[in-house]
Nanobody, 130 residues
Framework: QVQLVESGGGSVQVGDSLRLSCAAS????????VGWFRHAAGQEREFVAA???????????SYADSVKGRFVLSRDNAKNTVYLQMNSLKPEDTAVFYC????????????????????WGQGTQVTVSS
């Protein structure tokens, strides 16, 4: 069984940065897809970013238009962790951020939907104040 644990959320001011972590236990990230989604109050869950790799080689990253140029994904295989560096934060980034993962390389068709992922973390709150 895989468990995902997010951390790094918090309350910040506009323009600040945060780095979210998604740590996996139970299996190593050898060929996986890891995505980040967020859920703001009163809104539907939204895709944020995803990173895919196979056999240790990066397949690529994808970002929602709303975060492109501000958020950056990275991974540390030794720590079995994926990071979401969030820069230039805006009030509209306020949400609960969830890490999700699935074995293998998730197809682009479902990459940005929750259907493409098997495992989910508990979420971490990010609040950006103006």
């Amino acid at each position: 069984q895989v468990q995902l644990v997010e951390s790094g959320g918090g309350s910040v001011q506009v323009g600040d940065s945060l780095r979210l972590s998604c740590a996996a236990s139970g299996r190593t990230f050898s060929s996986w897809t890891v995505g980040w989604f967020r859920h703001a109050a009163g809104q539907e869950r939204e895709f944020v970013a995803a990173i895919r790799w196979s056999g240790g080689l990066a397949v690529g990253t994808s970002y929602a238009d709303s975060v492109k140029g501000r958020f950056v994904l990275s991974r540390d295989n030794a720590k079995n962790t994926v990071y979401l560096q969030m820069n230039s934060l805006k009030p509209e980034d306020t949400a609960v951020f969830y890490c999700a993962a699935s074995t293998g390389v998730v197809s682009s068709v479902v990459l940005t939907t929750g259907r493409g992922y098997t495992y989910w973390g508990q979420g971490t709150q990010v609040t950006v104040s103006s």
